[in-house]
């Protein structure tokens, strides 16, 4: 090294020195700025004039105090990540187990437990509040010696400084405190800020608590205190809510009210109305409950975070202290949230509300308005299908009960949505299913014929004519001015069949006959129905049955049910035959074994009967020549066919010195009067003798066996009972007990008609698969179709020719393979 160099050197430092002692410097500085030691809540002492004009002066000597503010922007910073926040960490979650605050533990956690996360919040803000303070008197001490060391200059003031450090920023120290505590912010530590809230809220809501009790009063005195939870005479209710109050005063001084809490504030709120929703609505439909709830919302939690903001100011100068902006729109959000919640609780409970209809209008009207500010169409769609699906789509619910529940859904969605867009695609699988089961169209008509008050009855009672989309088509747009376009978001599937205007208009009667989307189909059910009955009731009440037959004409129109007519009018002609040919001179009434009351019908009017035979015994059968005999001479070119297996006997049966009287089908009477000739028989004879199946006669036997008259000694041998000692269990048998022992239909069912029907059509698929070997269905379908069409034939579904086709391939007439059709060869 130069020796003049190192010489230089060294007189720089003495001049230096000479100008500027550092330790002296330093240690005025420490005075002013502890935080430069690493003191941090040093206690808050006034600063001698001295010492500043003493800093100043060095810095003076230095030339900037732009490095001093530097140095000292950084020991904040420093302080606060490293001491400050992390000091706050520890006195927060001292004694707790982090494993034990998962985000759902709030709930499950005790009052005490609560209790004890609120005092440690309290005392770990209290902590942080200190050094806070603490830090924010460096500030206007720094601005006070850079006006001092600068005083011969501009003075520099927290814009000069702002883009240099962050210290001199607006809020510097709150934000530099809000980063350092999001960033090490635990994942627990929503859990105990809200175990703070919510002792708060029960503070805040005791009174409320108080007037909603129907706790009796001597009972509501040994319970302790519904705020504090302490005993009433221990009720520290006062000092808690002064803590809290001073608690958000702190946060809200150190602008983390919203940064820290606003998660934990939400998720508490968002769970107490929750809870109240679920407290005062749940189960309860017959009145309106939003108005009481958005009430609530804002008397309640609106003016609860009011509280929190503004519940520590002094009166005098409250009104003058703004709610953050952010109230406002947290307050929009916690109101969609809680139309969003009662309109998911309604949903919930939305098959209760269609079963209660219409006493659950009230919750309808409510779910309407939620429906309006918030799109649950999909959710509501969704959840109702899978609870009717649950609950009634299976086969443990009968028919009727499904129906009912179908009925009651259409009025109740339809009040709800009259676009029909919803009902069309909740009821959509119960219209599947109830295709699927045999007695749906059977239970739908007697549900419309039925006595006494039903849905469908009430409607049918109403007198409308059946809604159509054949006959709407023509007027879709002829009330322009009023024209509809389609609901948005409905199936395209729902709408190639059905427009939007026929589901807006469609009856409940209609939608119920659109499960077959066939009103033949229900018409051919409801002349079964009306046969059974008019055969089965001799005595049936004529009134009644016109007066169904006549709203079932403004119904479906007079064509269908020309043939009930002429029914009724055949039941009508046979009791004036009756009456005629019983006083008849002619007739010797003391050459007849019993008298006979024939119902004479007009075969080709009534529906076919069942396929089965009964033969008389020849002494009842003559009888029944001598009452045709009767009728060809009062009839003159007419006579009669006898179906000896339908109708209705009066007998009577002497066991011992015992008679009664009953009346019973006619294969009852015609087997009980065989065992009067001969007391055992065996059940191929009987079977011979009266050409019943074996099968059916057992059964029809079984009615006897039931009774005490007949007993099977060995297997396929049956001995009648005449011993006086066993008391016979039919003596007050009455008609309506005979009948529940022999339910079935005397006619054949509307499946079994509609294969009749199609017979015609076999010789001429016969003759298509003869000449061209083998066919698809739906050729098939489509030239028997262009047949129909042209010969006025019966029309038919190609569902309903492919059960007749696979009945044939059961019969070995046809063959089916490969999707064809052949026959068998």
């Known amino acids: 090294m130069c020796p003049f160099l190192g010489i230089l050197q060294f007189e720089f430092v003495i001049f230096f020195r000479e100008m500027c002692d550092f330790d002296a410097l330093w240690s005025d500085a420490l005075k002013i700025f502890p935080v430069l030691g690493g003191v941090i809540n040093a206690p808050d002492e006034p600063v001698d004039e001295a010492v500043y004009e003493n800093v100043c002066r060095h810095l003076s000597n230095l030339g900037s105090a732009d490095a001093l503010t530097a140095i000292i922007d950084l020991e904040v910073q420093s302080a606060i990540r490293n001491t400050i926040v992390p000091s706050f960490w520890k006195q927060l979650y ?13 709930a499950d956690q005790s009052v005490s437990d609560k209790n004890k996360l609120f005092a440690q919040f309290i005392e770990a803000i209290n902590e942080l509040h200190v050094g806070y303070r603490s830090l924010e008197r460096i500030k206007p001490r720094l601005m006070l010696l850079n006006e001092k060391a600068n005083s011969n200059a501009k003075p520099i003031n927290s814009s000069t400084l702002s883009s240099s450090t962050k210290l001199m920023q607006q809020d510097g120290i709150k934000t530099c405190l809000r980063d350092a505590m999001l960033a090490q912010l635990p994942p627990t530590f929503s859990t105990i800020v809200g175990a703070f809230y919510w002792v708060h809220y029960r503070l805040f809501t005791k009174d409320t608590q108080l007037a909603s009790t129907t706790i009796d009063s001597d009972v509501f005195d040994e319970l302790p205190c519904t705020g504090c939870n302490f005993d009433l005479e221990q009720c520290c209710c ?28 939400t998720a508490l709120i968002k769970d107490k109305i929750k809870e109240h929703i679920n407290d005062t609505c749940l189960g309860i439909f017959d009145r309106s409950h939003l108005k009481q709830l958005e009430t609530w919302l804002n008397d309640v939690i609106i003016v609860w975070l009011t509280n929190i903001f503004k519940g520590w100011i002094e009166k005098d100068i409250h009104d003058s202290i703004k709610v953050p902006a952010s109230l406002q729109s947290f307050k929009v959000k916690l ?11 309604v949903i919930s409970q939305f098959f209760s509300i269609i079963i209660d209809y219409p006493d659950s209008t009230p919750a309808i009207d409510d779910l309407k308005i939620c429906m309006e500010k918030i799109d ?6 969704e959840t109702l299908r899978s609870s009717l699906e649950a609950r009634i789509l299976h086969p443990g619910v009968n028919t009727m009960d499904i129906l009912t529940g179908y009925v009651a859904a259409i009025k109740a969605i339809r009040h709800l949505d009259n676009t029909g867009v919803i009902l069309e695609m909740v009821t959509a699988p119960i219209k599947e299913y109830l295709r699927k089961r045999n007695d749906t169209v059977r239970r739908v008509v007697t549900g419309l014929t039925e006595e006494g008050p039903t849905d469908l009855s009430e409607e049918l009672a109403k007198g409308e004519s059946i809604k159509d989309g054949k006959d709407n088509g023509p007027d879709e747009f002829s009330n322009w001015e009023n024209w509809e376009p389609d609901p948005f978001g409905i199936d395209p599937n729902v709408m190639r069949y059905n427009s939007s205007k026929i589901m807006r208009s469609a009856d409940i009667i209609s939608m119920v006959v659109d499960i077959y989307g066939s009103k033949e189909l229900f018409m051919v059910e409801y002349r079964n129905l009306m046969a059974d009955r008019l055969i089965s009731q001799l005595d049936f009440n004529s009134e009644k049955e016109i007066r169904n037959l006549e709203l079932l004409k403004i119904r479906f129109g007079e064509s269908l049910l020309h043939s009930c007519e002429v029914m009724l009018k055949d039941v009508t002609d046979s009791k004036r035959i009756n ?57 003159g070119n007419r006579t009669l066919n006898w179906r000896t297996v339908t109708g209705r006997v009066n007998i009577v049966i002497e066991v011992g010195n015992r008679t009664m009287e009953m009346t019973v089908p006619p294969t009852q009477a015609v087997i009980i009067y065989h065992f009067q000739n001969k007391n055992e028989w065996s059940l191929d004879e009987l079977s011979t003798l009266t050409k019943v199946p074996a099968t059916a006669l057992r059964r029809r036997i079984s009615f006897w066996q039931n009774h005490g008259l007949i007993t099977e ?17 039919f003596e007050e048998m009455s008609i309506t007990e005979a009948d529940e022992e022999d339910l079935e239909s005397a006619m054949a069912s509307a499946s079994d008609q509609r294969e009749e029907e199609l017979q015609v059509f076999w010789s001429y698929i016969v003759g298509m698969l003869t000449n061209l070997d083998s066919m ?30 696979q009945r044939k391939v059961r019969e070995h007439k046809l063959l089916f393979s490969g999707g064809v059709y052949q026959l068998a060869k």
């Not at 808690?240 to 934990?264: H, I, P, Q, W, Y």
């Not at 006979?596 to 007009?602: A, F």
């Not at 739906?778 to 179709?785: F, K, S, V």
Request: charged share 25%; net charge negative; with cysteine.
């Open 238 to 265: 006062q000092k808690l809510t002064e803590m809290v109050n001073k608690t958000n005063m702190k946060l809200f001084e150190m602008n983390l009210t919203d940064r820290l809490a606003g998660s934990a504030l």
């Open 579 to 635: 009456a005629h040919i019983h006083g008849d001179g002619n007739c010797n009434a003391n050459d007849q074994l019993f008298d006979i009351s024939s119902l004479i019908i007009s075969a080709q009017f009534w529906p076919s009967f069942n396929k089965e035979s009964l033969q008389l015994p020849e002494e009842i059968e003559n009888e029944f020549k001598k009452y045709t005999k009767a009728y060809e001479a009062y009839k």
């Open 94 to 106: 001292a004694g707790v187990n982090p494993s034990d605050l998962q985000s759902d533990a709030l």
């Open 776 to 805: 698809p269905i739906d050729r098939i379908h489509q030239m028997l179709r262009l047949f129909a069409s042209h010969s006025g034939g019966v029309e038919f579904t190609q569902d309903e020719l492919k059960h007749f086709l």
């Open 376 to 381: 649950m169409r999909a959710y509501l769609t």
């Open 713 to 729: 000694t060995s297997p396929g041998i049956f001995t009648l009972i005449e011993k006086e000692t066993e008391k016979s269990q």
């Open 335 to 345: 109101t969609y949230f809680m139309y969003e919640t009662f309109a998911q609780n």
